[in-house]
């Protein structure tokens, strides 16, 4: 690559850079499209007709753009993706779904530079609404500022699609000087767009992409590492561009099909069957290592309690289609349509410890118990702290690393309907299982050894994420209700249940129909 000649001063000067401003589309991140970051808006925050819309609207962004009119471009890409939007819904994909997104477009070499800096950090989004970029910049790239324009909304706290304070690049250099005023200037700025231009002249230093290799390490101290996305929401695997976007719209009608007839031949064929027939219906479950024998064969008078990582809905009911046999899932909440398609039996628990403790020693005595300590499922290669009730209830202990892989379509969300899990699980063209059962736990690792319930869980967590090779965190399920739906999690048990089966088929009804016109 060649250093621009701004990049090489940088690249000379030995002093620690105190203050910095960077765009963001383009220069934090690697691309300047912004485009699929409004599909996720208009997807997450409102549905498929204005998903489809915006897609349907991009040949006439594209063309604004090339015609030199990128802000028109902005402002009609926000008018289409969150006009009517509830302010609450926009925040929330804002702080949910975009992060996850972002962080995987991050310049290592501009965060090198961005990072190092020890003052002020100031995040300039040149192409974004404030609102979709600043929980991300704040809290995963470390910034103080950020400087961008705003959504409008309408005093029934709703977007009315405008745009406020979007006035360009001289707009944007006002307000950057005004955070640096009394003649103190930026000691480096990271940018290569027409609006970033009116900023950078203000900064002693200068970097624009491509970067060269020294110049943005530079720098007489480190920049930390990147604190990664660990919890996100939203259900597209992908970035929606305009072709992945065209094959998501094209693929749900038949998606939809296929998840109809997977789930119908799974309820309707032995348990046991499911991993032979599922590549015939596009599916794989991959196993690895030896399943312990049933309780019956091995002469014992409980079942196995057989401890799975916990990554979707379905984690014990693949456990029980390789096992063959009958696995009891004990679980903290359930949508009532879940529980109907489940072709094992589900247990409630109430988070009361001694009332779930009787329940699962009562479904030991019947027979084998799946239990996820993790309590919720998280996306990323990482294990929430465990639970360690499971450590006290038996000594027959079998860890099982379940991984999953999908391609269009994530089965799990916090905010979302809960009971489209396992449908969007078989929409995708191939989902695929990994269950990998570890040895059973020795006599000398469990209670019954004199190990406290918290050093086996902890035990049993470490050789899990190691199986895996995931990373083990102290994160629990309050901590991903907070930073996803900005609560603890917490069902509320109080109400007063409707009929079972009364309230299953119409809470799929509104489920279906709250995903397709939100």
Known sequence: MVMNPASAAAAASPRARRSVVAELEGGLLRSSDTFPYFMLVAFEASGL?????????????????????????????????????????????SRAVLPKFMADDVDPAAWTAFGSCEGRRVVVATRLPRVMVERFAREHLGAHEVVGCDLEY??????????????GGEDVA????????????????I????????????????????????????????????????????????RPTPLMSLVILLWLPLGALVAFVRIAVGLMVPIWT????????????????????????????????FVCTHRTLMDPVVLATVLGRRVAAVTYSISRLSEILSPIPTVRLTRD??????RMRAELARGDVAVCPEGTTCREPFLLRFSALFA????????????????LFHPTTARGWKAMDPIFFFMNPRPVYEVTFLNQLPAEATCAAGKSPVDVANYVQRMLAATLG?????????????????????????????????????????????????
């Open 49 to 93: 007709p204005r998903f489809a819309a915006l897609l349907v609207l991009w040949p006439l962004l594209r063309l604004l753009e090339l015609a030199g009119r990128p802000g028109l471009a902005l402002r009609l890409a926000a008018l289409v993706a969150t006009a009517g939007v509830p302010r609450a819904e926009v925040e929330a994909v």
């Open 154 to 167: 309408s005093r029934l706290k709703r977007c009315t699609g405008l745009l406020r304070g979007g006035g």
């Open 174 to 189: 006002g307000r950057v000087r005004a955070l640096f005023a009394g003649g103190d200037r930026p000691d480096l700025g």
């Open 191 to 238: 940018g290569r767009s027409e609006t970033a231009r009116s900023f950078l002249p203000i900064c002693k230093e200068q970097l624009k992409p491509p970067f060269a290799t020294g110049a943005a390490e530079s720098t007489t101290s480190a920049a930390p590492p990147f604190r990664p996305v660990i919890f996100h929401d939203g259900r597209l695997v992908c």
């Open 274 to 305: 499911i991993p032979h027939i599922a590549p015939i219906f596009g599916g794989a479950v991959i196993t690895h290592g030896r399943a312990p024998p049933a309780v019956s064969a091995a002469g014992d008078s409980s079942g196995v309690l």
């Open 353 to 358: 410890r001694a009332a779930d403790a009787a």
């Open 392 to 407: 006290e209830l038996s000594d027959r202990i079998v860890p099982v690393a379940m991984d999953y892989r999908v391609g």
């Open 470 to 518: 995931f990373e083990c965190t102290s994160l629990t399920r309050k901590d991903k209700y907070r930073v996803l739906a900005g609560n603890d999690g917490t069902v509320n048990a109080a109400a007063k249940p409707a009929a079972p089966g009364k309230a299953a088929w119409q809470g799929w009804v509104k489920e279906v129909l709250g995903f397709l016109l939100h």
